[in-house]
Nanobody, 121 residues
């Protein structure tokens, strides 16, 4: 089994900052990527940022320059530092991890339970 535990969401004023964390535990033999998606009410889930095991990262255009994704590989943890938050960043943020549980199994995608981020004055 694989468990993803997220933390760090909450209510923040426009221009403020939040830091999300997601820790993967259980059968995590090899992690290919760790990232964050978000889903606002009435909208589809969208990629926010992803970090690949080779070291590269991708960001949605809407968050470039404001959000930073990072990893603590020894802890199987991914972080999302969100600065200069805007009301349009309000959404449920989901951790997403692609990993292989054992050496002989192909990679699969796992999702966290989601954490609410609300940007409002």
């Amino acid at each position: 089994q694989v468990q993803l535990v997220e933390s760090g969401g909450g209510l923040v004023q426009p221009g403020g900052s939040l830091r999300l964390s997601c820790a993967a535990s259980g059968s995590t033999f090899s992690i290919n990527s760790m990232g964050w998606y978000r889903q606002a009410p009435g909208k589809e889930r969208e990629l926010v940022a992803v970090s690949f095991s080779g070291g590269s990262t991708n960001y949605a255009d809407s968050v470039k320059g404001r959000f930073t994704i990072s990893r603590a590989n020894a802890k199987n943890t991914v972080y999302l530092q969100m600065n200069s938050l805007k009301p349009e960043d309000t959404a449920v943020y989901y951790c997403n991890v692609e990993l292989s549980r054992t050496w002989y199994q192909p990679p699969a995608t796992y999702w966290g339970q989601g954490t609410q981020v609300t940007v409002s004055s």
